[in-house]
C-alpha cells in the first residue's frame, strides 16, 4: 500500500523523532570500567536541593527532572555574565535580572521561564545543567509523578540517583561526556567538540 504524499511524510518524521528521542546509547558496563569515567555525589537530601523550593529543568523523553538549588543557580548565572564576551553581556545580565526578581522562590521555577526571553539564554540551559552537575549541585528526580491520590512515592525515591558517573568519550567526529547512573541509563549527552 502506497501512502498518500502528506500522510507519507508524516509517517517518516514520526519514525526519525522516534528514533531521535530514543538514540541516547545507555552507559555499557564495559563504559561505566573504562579509565574515562569519573564519579560525581550529587547533593544530598539533608540540606539538599530539595529541601525548600528549587529551580528546575525537565527533559521529558527521559522522565526525568533536574533540580538546582537558587543559590546555585545565580553563582553560575553571575559568573557567565562576568566572563560572557561584549555583545552578549547585556543579554546574561537581564536573565540574571530576571532571576533575581523571582528570589526567594516560593515555590518550584521552571528555569525554561527565562529562555523564553532569551534565545542566549535557552541556547545555554545544557551548559548550565552540566556545569552544576559537575560540581555535584543537583538533584535528579526519575519518574517525577508525586500525586499522593493517585501515584506512590516521594520528591525523592528509590530511583533517585544520589550518585552519577560522567564516561568521557572521543571517537573521529568528536568528542564529548555522557552521564549516566549506576545501571546505566542515560541521563544527559553533550558534544563538547565536533570534528569535521
Not at 502506497?2 to 514520526?14: E, H, K, N, V
Not at 564519579?39 to 537530601?45: C, P, V
Not at 529551580?55 to 526525568?64: G, M, P, V
Not at 567526529?173 to 552521564?179: A, F, L, P, S, T
Amino acid at each position: 500500500m502506497r501512502l498518500p504524499g502528506p500522510l507519507l511524510l508524516t509517517a517518516i518524521s514520526s519514525v526519525m523523532f522516534l528514533s531521535s528521542t530514543a538514540r541516547a546509547d545507555p552507559c555499557t558496563a564495559r563504559q561505566l570500567r573504562a579509565r574515562t569515567t569519573e564519579t560525581i555525589s550529587l547533593d544530598g537530601l539533608k540540606g539538599g536541593v530539595r529541601e525548600h523550593a528549587a529551580f528546575y529543568l525537565r527533559d521529558t523523553r527521559k522522565d526525568l527532572v533536574f533540580f538546582f538549588k537558587p543559590e546555585h543557580v545565580l553563582a553560575l548565572l553571575e559568573s557567565w555574565s562576568v566572563h560572557a564576551v561584549a555583545s552578549d553581556r547585556s543579554t546574561f545580565a537581564e536573565s540574571l535580572e530576571r532571576v533575581r526578581s523571582d528570589l526567594p522562590l516560593k515555590e518550584d521555577t521552571d528555569l525554561f521561564k527565562y529562555g523564553i526571553h532569551s534565545n542566549i539564554f535557552n541556547a545555554r540551559l545544557d551548559d548550565l545543567v552540566v556545569e552544576l552537575l559537575d560540581a555535584g549541585h543537583a538533584m535528579i528526580d526519575f519518574y517525577p509523578l508525586h500525586d499522593s491520590g493517585r501515584y506512590a512515592g516521594s520528591d525523592h525515591d528509590q530511583y533517585d540517583p544520589v550518585k552519577l558517573k560522567r564516561v568521557h568519550w572521543a571517537n573521529r567526529g568528536g568528542n564529548g561526556r555522557q552521564y549516566c547512573n549506576d545501571e546505566g541509563r542515560d541521563i544527559l549527552f553533550i558534544v563538547d567538540t565536533i570534528h569535521d
